[in-house]
């Protein structure tokens, strides 16, 4: 295997079983950022769309959390009642952005791939 291609293939090993190692300080390259960069094959591309497909689901695997939160707040009085519902269905709606966000960038990592080949 060719080096840089095994680098991308371990820094994608990585970020799946680490999410948290994608998150970057301010100013600095995230892992994921770096992956990006060093994708160059049709199988670096592949994995990329897999990798932000599985984002994608985690995305509407929490928004439908809060969906389901946002309804279990039916209780108490009526202005908290209507913050948490509130609060829950932006969350989930901003978490199925997030998800179509990353639904677009698996799409484009898969354009990519066909196109290196």
């Known amino acids: 295997m060719h080096n840089s291609r095994m680098a991308v293939t371990l820094l ?19 892992l994921e950022q770096l992956v ?7 199988a670096d591309h592949a994995a990329l769309a897999t990798h932000y497909r599985a984002k ?3 995305a509407r695997a929490d928004a439908k959390q809060h969906e389901s939160m946002g309804r279990v707040y039916s209780g108490g009085k009526f202005f908290q009642r209507t913050a948490m519902q509130s609060h829950c269905k932006k969350i989930a709606a901003d978490n199925t952005a997030v998800a179509a966000e990353y639904e677009a960038l698996a799409k484009l990592h898969d354009e990519e791939a066909k196109k290196a080949k």
């Open 12 to 30: 994608l090993g990585a970020l799946a079983f680490s999410p948290g190692l994608a998150a970057a300080d301010e100013g600095a390259h995230s």
């Open 36 to 42: 990006v960069e060093m994708a160059h094959s049709p």
């Open 56 to 58: 994608a689901a985690a």
